[in-house]
């Protein structure tokens, strides 16, 4: 079964907006992470922001921010004022059994973004 | 510079051929991954190795077979392998109980098999 979702291959932003990058998720462990990654063109993975399934606040990094809607599943990853650098893939991931020494952490198909000048 | 250096950044070999990646680090981290990236299909993770201990094996051939000698190297043999495993192979290391700093990821190597 498919445990991360990202419902979106492509998406296009004009430079200097933003933009909101999908991700659904399926779990039935209470204490799990989400994770966003970045992968350039040069195919290392970089990663970006984290929310904890625990966690009340949204988390939020630079440009980054991360809309958690817990009851619907969601983890949306939010690039605000997106540079021409941020063209690239990005991955929702999540790890199960945060607490408890789960060591697994699986990735969605991913979303190629496009940032036009 | 990433904090994981991976080994040779490109590969291609024959059906027939050994060949080994290699994965290092330098983070202090317990753990380490091997991803396995093809085109149009989500990461798929093939070990995990926490304190030098194998703890997940994803159904990966045998024509596959990795090795952690200690915490900051990690390898991945490969011997007869199809055309079919041609991908980008991505080594991660991370510290177990600091589950809030993602992964560390390599380059990665990209693995042609002719």
């Known amino acids: 079964a498919q445990k991360i979702t990202q419902t979106q291959p492509g998406m296009f932003v004009q430079e200097k907006e933003a933009v909101t990058l999908d991700c659904t998720y399926d779990?039935?462990?209470?204490?799990?992470?989400l994770f966003w990654y970045k992968q350039p063109s040069s195919g290392e993975m970089i990663f970006l922001i984290y929310q904890g399934s625990y966690d009340q606040q949204n988390a939020t990094e630079g440009r980054y921010s991360l809309n958690f809607q817990k009851a619907r599943k969601s983890a949306n990853l939010v690039i605000s004022a997106s540079q021409l650098g941020d063209s690239a893939m990005y991955f929702c991931a999540m790890r199960e059994g945060l607490y408890t020494g789960g060591f697994k952490t699986i990735f969605g198909a991913g979303t190629r973004l496009f940032v036009k000048a | 510079e990433t904090g994981v250096t991976q080994t040779p950044r490109h590969l291609v070999m024959g059906m027939t051929n050994k060949k080994s990646l290699k994965c290092e680090q330098h983070l202090g981290h317990n753990a380490m991954y091997w991803y396995k990236q093809s085109a149009k299909k989500p990461l798929e993770l093939m070990f995990v190795y926490s304190l030098e201990e194998r703890v997940e094996n994803n159904s990966v051939p045998s024509r596959f077979s990795p090795e952690c000698p200690n915490s900051s190297h990690l390898f991945l043999h490969l011997h007869t392998l199809q055309p079919e495993d041609s991908a980008l192979y991505l080594c991660?290391?991370?510290?177990?109980?600091?589950?809030?700093?993602?992964?560390?990821f390599g380059s990665g190597t990209r693995l042609t098999v002719v």
């Open positions: 991660a290391s991370s510290q177990d109980h600091q589950a809030n700093y993602g992964y560390t």
């Open positions: 779990t039935s462990d209470p204490s799990y992470g």
